[in-house]
């Protein structure tokens, strides 16, 4: 069974750093673009950033470039979201998402989220003094 399981969000002050990591399970993430999403209290999920399968590609939202990293372990069945320079605004419910591909060198899409048709339960990232 496809499972996808977030950790590491937690209470952060402004300017600080977290990692989150997403684990897969009954699946290999080998043929999956990996997304991270974001959800805050009375607004849309929003895409984060996303990774290639090929890990030629990541794409950021405006708003987290330059601050956020995405990065894959395929052989751990991991991919990590590294965050600093947190901001009070990303505060939410962080979630990883897969779909998967033919072509392994696609770039990453994450402004379409019905493509992501597994998602994790989700990991609660709060910056704030």
């Known amino acids: 069974q496809l499972q996808l399981v977030e950790s590491g969000g937690e209470l952060v002050q402004p300017g600080g750093s977290l990692r989150l990591s997403c684990a897969a399970s009954?699946?290999?993430?080998?043929?999956?673009?990996i997304g991270w999403f974001r959800q805050a209290p009375g607004k849309e999920r929003e895409g984060v950033s996303c990774i290639s399968v090929s890990d030629s590609s990541a794409n950021y939202a405006d708003s987290v470039k330059g601050r956020f990293t995405i990065s894959r372990d395929n052989p751990k069945n991991t991919v990590y979201l590294q965050m600093s320079s947190l901001k009070p605004e990303d505060t939410g419910i962080y979630y990883c998402?897969?779909?998967?591909?033919?072509?392994?060198?696609?770039?990453?899409?994450?402004?379409?989220?019905?493509?992501?048709?597994?998602w994790g339960q989700g990991t609660q990232v709060t910056v704030s003094s």
């Open positions: 998402a897969v779909y998967r591909v033919s072509l392994l060198e696609a770039e990453c899409v994450m402004t379409i989220l019905d493509w992501y048709n597994s």
């Open positions: 009954g699946f290999s993430l080998d043929y999956y673009v």
